[in-house]
């Protein structure tokens, strides 16, 4: 897929999860490598609903912005996950209703946000670690979710009071992944007070889960 493409289905999905709901006016960023090095990323206050292919910013193999829109304040977290993960092709980061509920609970387990009772968070997600409140914009998120993700599977990160982090092989996988996830956090509320089944260990390593 060529950049020229790469950015269009960005652009595509975006608009696509802004008509859903999954983000509201400038909140969240999208950003996705490009094919010889760096990264087409979301302009800083733009909002995903109304991006357009020609007007996204682009930040060169060597690190530095290309001229053009500048990218979001955000993507200082963005950067910091791909530079340990570099299987991941594509970052969301929503402030998506029930993920952002979910992170404002106090006393989240820190090694995964959500325990296991659908196969389809396991197989997409495979746990969500919680990286603590900082100010917006604190060089602390990209610090600690760095370590959070170096040599771990999981997919996505929940950052505390504030929303999640999401990875995907390219854009396609991390849309879907944000939005599977976004699904499981609103059965989770759905089903509060309510007995629910737990996948097992058992369960859990047969899907590929665990950590
Ligand atoms: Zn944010």
Redesign the pocket.
């Known amino acids: 897929m060529t950049d020229e493409a790469r950015a269009e289905r960005m652009v595509l999905l975006c608009k696509s999860l802004f008509d859903r709901g999954y983000s509201v006016g400038g909140?969240?960023?999208v950003s996705v490598r490009r094919e010889a090095g760096g990264f087409i990323v979301t302009p800083t206050g733009s909002c995903l609903g109304r991006l357009s292919a020609g007007a996204l910013s682009v930040i060169g193999a060597d690190g530095a912005p290309l001229p053009g829109p500048k990218p979001s304040k955000?993507f200082a977290f963005h950067r910091a996950l791909y530079d340990v993960r570099p299987e991941a092709g594509a970052i969301v980061?929503l402030?998506s209703t029930y993920l952002t509920a979910l992170s404002c609970l106090e006393g989240l387990p820190r090694d995964n946000a959500i325990r296991p009772f659908t196969p389809y968070y396991v197989m997409r997600i495979g746990h969500m670690p919680v990286i603590p409140y900082y100010r917006?914009g604190a060089p602390e998120i990209a610090r600690d979710l760095a370590a959070a993700a170096q040599g771990s599977k999981a997919q996505a990160f929940l950052?505390a009071s504030?929303?999640v982090v999401v990875l995907g092989r390219d854009i396609d996988d991390a849309v879907n992944n944000a939005e599977e996830l976004e699904e499981t956090a609103k059965l989770q509320f759905l089903l509060r007070g309510e007995t629910l089944h737990y996948l097992t260990e058992a369960e859990i390593a047969e899907l590929g889960g665990g950590y």
Do not use: I, M, R, S
């Open positions: 909140a969240g960023n955000e980061h402030h917006p950052l504030h929303g």
